[in-house]
């Protein structure tokens, strides 16, 4: 695995609507550009060698970095792939959407809900949104956001960005039902 870059961002939203946000909302996404392990290699039939190889060391990679640059227990969490423009889809899907990635930060956060995911095919320094949901309970209005990301000059058309996001709270100031209500 050969990482090019990583970026911490952390996002602490004082004021929204227009009133104080107390404590403040805090976000933070971690992302890293890895070279695309399938790029020139044309179609792979089996991702499976390099998935095992690459998702747990990027897992146990990112996990503690965006926590740690949280600084304080995630209510809320996401992933992301953005492949380069020679790659698939499905290179990214394959590095995050499996346990050997996923359990690094689930076990990390203590969290028990599948991580919501962004994943597609753009070219460097697009911006995305990675969804959060809340840890223990996907169901639970107040933590559905999305938080945007953007690396400036990734990825490059044989690389892709892998992020994982975490919140300390839901959105500031949620006053939606509960999901139960809608029944």
Do not use: C
Not at 128 to 138: E, G, R, V, W
Not at 141 to 148: G, I, K, L, P, W
């Amino acid at each position: 695995m050969n990482v090019r870059r990583i970026t911490t961002t952390v996002e602490e939203l004082l004021i929204e609507g227009g009133r104080e946000v107390t404590p403040h909302a805090e976000v933070a996404v971690v992302l890293a550009v890895i070279d695309n392990p399938w790029a020139g290699q044309g179609f792979v039939e089996d991702l499976g060698p390099r998935i095992e190889e690459v998702a747990p060391r990027l897992g146990a990679l990112l996990a503690p970095r965006v926590l740690e640059a949280l600084g304080k227990p995630a209510e809320a969490y996401g992933k992301a792939a953005i492949v380069g423009l020679d790659g698939e889809i499905e290179h990214g899907s394959g590095l995050i959407h499996t346990l050997k990635f996923g359990d690094h930060f689930r076990n990390a956060a203590k969290a028990t809900t599948l991580l919501p995911a962004v994943e597609k095919r753009a070219p460097a320094g697009t911006v995305f949104d990675i969804p959060l949901k809340h840890i223990t309970d996907a169901t639970t209005r107040s933590h559905h956001q999305t938080v945007e990301a953007r690396v400036p000059d990734a990825p490059r058309p044989d690389e892709i960005v892998i992020g994982l996001a975490a919140a300390a709270q839901g959105r500031p100031h949620a006053r939606l039902a509960p999901l139960s209500a809608d029944r």
